[in-house]
């Protein structure tokens, strides 16, 4: 058994060595047009796997993440756009004057988003984790739509629907890679502790997990404010990344796409909710011709803004009714490597 | 005495599942809680187990009244269960089931889990090497990485069990351990309870229908029929109870 756990980690460390020659490998010799993908592939992945946290590992059919990404990327732009340029921005109303003072160095803005998002996810945690039933997918889609509406009728903190530009572009393959990393490693830290046994344990059945002594509401409490802490970390890369946020861009639909990543992947699999992002991030730039006109056997379609929601859409029906436990199942990587191991016994 | 019914009674709605119920179990004893189907036995487990609250009466346990904990409390105060219709965590290893029972015993946190700080991997490692020892106790070590579920039922049951026992509780509730077990299982099983009784210096109180196996095991037993005592004393003595008899008598006849 020792072999096989210091086996384990061998790979464990291979592998984010590999991530890292990745890394810079991609960011000195892809163009510019690849390196923002997988600017965006890394970026869904810090979301997609603490989304599954709470989701997939803990078995709480939640839909918090554009909420707390919109609060993230809020922070984070306020924080790192200079007060000149907030001083042109603000079209609507005069900000804030404590508006104008926020700036921090952007390690501190992302930190600050995700602690900002956890606070949130604990203050809903407390009434909603209270009671057993699934009140937590509606209270998280109402959380969503108060953020945006908040967010447009805000205009002296956010500039209302105009959003805020001139984000300095800090966000680069070494912050998003590195951090999707840092993600990972602390999620799958997570799941392989006492916490994640509780997490897993609600969601297998919650009456025995309470009658081994797990404290359920904390169990759920601490994967949903895990998740929330890293979807305000990506909301504020993303923002950095985009130099441009707005309301819009954080509707139900950025939850959707994150939903039908960890579906896809697996609920439950860390390792399938990163497949499943690339699979969904990559295949959506991949399939941006389903968008446009088409020319099939000499006619020409016309352009179907949407078409490849739509093919998506069409995908997550497809496994919920065929293939429900996605890709990995909740398996995880190295479940391949034991369970040979089982065989031979 | 290590647990103590005080009169207690439960309604839901209009139906009265426990009524006016008192008993004492002694440390160490085997406790029988007997009675046809519907009697109240599984009723009486959850309420000394925090999920119910009776609707008056009190729960005392080793002089502590339990009243308004929960569940998880109660089973760090040292009372675990097992359930009437097996629970195991499905998607998990049997080892994992086992360790579940110790986590809350194991002496690190949250930050400290995610830095994998000296601490973690200390207490990771003793709970494993404990659960795999009780794992053993039961016979079921060479089943540590095979999924729960994918176990027989015999197997599931001493699982259970052992998981129970990972609480390190002083009380353990067996809700129909030899259910759905053939009689060598059975036979098995009154000796292991009775084994790990004397090594985990354990109190049971536990819920059966098979006489045979309650005059084998119990020291003591309580005899419920529609929530109400009609016996209590020692088994073989049940058995010959008029009211007992016709408890049962009446329960097969509306089988
Ligand atoms: N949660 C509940 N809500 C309503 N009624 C309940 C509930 N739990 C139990 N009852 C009722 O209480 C009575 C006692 O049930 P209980 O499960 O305690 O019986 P039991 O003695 O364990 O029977 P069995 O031998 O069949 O397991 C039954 O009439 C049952 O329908
Ligand atoms: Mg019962």
């Known amino acids: ?345 | 005495m290590i647990l103590k019914i005080d009169n207690v009674t439960k309604n839901f709605g209009g139906v009265t599942a426990i009524k006016e119920t008192s008993f004492s179990v002694a440390p160490k004893e085997i406790f029988g809680l007997i009675g046809p189907n519907g009697a109240g036995k599984t009723t009486m487990f959850n309420i000394i187990t925090g999920n119910y609250e009776p609707s008056s009466g009190q729960v005392i346990f080793r002089g502590e009244p339990m009243d308004g904990l929960k569940p998880h409390q109660i089973v760090r105060k040292g009372i675990a269960r097992t359930f009437q219709n097996i629970r195991l965590f499905s998607s998990m290893s049997v080892l994992d089931n086992v360790l579940i029972g110790f986590d809350f015993q194991a002496r690190y946190g949250f930050l400290e889990s995610i830095v994998r700080f000296p601490r973690f991997i200390k207490e990771e490692k003793r709970i494993k090497v404990r659960s795999m020892e009780i794992l053993d106790y039961f016979g079921m070590a060479s089943f540590a990485h095979e999924k729960a579920v994918d176990l027989s039922y015999g197997q599931q049951r001493k699982v259970e069990i052992a998981r129970a026992l990972a609480t390190n509780p002083e009380l353990l509730l067996l809700d129909e351990p030899a259910a759905g077990m053939n009689p060598s299982e059975t036979e098995e099983l009154g000796v292991i309870i009775k084994k790990a009784r004397n090594d985990f210096d354990l109190t049971v109180l536990l819920i059966e229908h098979d006489m045979k196996f309650v005059n084998q095991m119990c020291d003591k037993v309580l005899v419920l029929d529609y929530g109400k005592t009609i016996f209590e004393g020692k088994p073989h003595e049940a058995i010959q109870d008029p009211e007992v008899i016709a408890a049962y008598l009446g329960d097969f006849h509306n089988d």
Not at chain 1, 6 to 34: G, H
Not at chain 1, 73 to 83: G, K, M, Q
């Open chain 1, 1 to 345: 058994m020792g072999i096989t756990v210091s086996k384990n980690q061998w790979m464990n460390v291979a592998m984010v060595a590999f991530a890292m020659c990745f890394i810079v490998f991609s960011s000195n010799y892809f163009d510019e047009y690849s390196v923002r993908i997988l600017n965006n592939i890394a970026i869904f992945i810090i979301l997609a796997v603490s989304y599954n946290l709470i989701n997939g590992v803990t078995g709480q059919f939640s839909l918090e993440p554009n909420g707390f990404v919109a609060i993230g990327a809020y922070v984070t732009a306020l924080l790192l756009v200079s007060p000149e340029a907030k001083q042109y921005q603000y079209a609507i109303v005069d900000p804030y004057p404590f508006v104008m003072t926020l700036h921090a160095n952007f390690v501190v803005a992302l930190l600050l988003s995700g602690i900002f998002a956890a606070l949130l996810a604990l203050a809903l945690a407390a009434p909603v984790f209270r009671v057993r039933g699934d009140y937590l997918a509606i209270v998280t889609l109402g959380f969503g739509f108060i953020i945006k509406i908040l967010a447009i009728n805000n205009p002296e903190i956010t500039n209302g629907s105009l959003g805020l530009n001139d984000i300095p572009e800090f966000s680069n393959l070494y912050w998003t890679g590195g951090i999707a990393i840092i993600a990972v490693i602390v999620i799958l830290n997570i799941v392989n502790s006492k916490f994640g046994r509780a997490m897993k344990a609600v969601r297998d059945d919650e009456d025995a997990a309470t009658a081994m002594g797990v404290n359920t509401f904390k169990a759920k409490t601490l994967a949903f404010c895990t998740s929330a802490f890293f979807e305000g970390v990506g909301g504020g890369l993303l923002a950095a990344l985009l130099t441009s946020i707005s309301p819009d861009l954080f509707d139900f639909f950025f939850t959707f796409q994150l939903l039908i990543i960890i579906v896809l992947g697996g609920l439950g699999s860390t390792t399938g909710a990163i497949i499943g992002t690339v699979l969904v991030i990559g295949g959506s730039e991949w399939m941006r011709f389903l968008d446009e006109p088409m020319h099939l056997f000499g006619y020409t379609t016309t352009a179907m803004p949407g078409m490849r929601m739509v093919v998506f859409s069409l995908i997550l029906i497809f496994i919920m009714l065929f293939a429900r436990e996605g890709i990995m199942g909740k398996r995880e990587l190295k479940d391949f490597f034991t369970s040979r191991k089982k065989g031979e016994k």
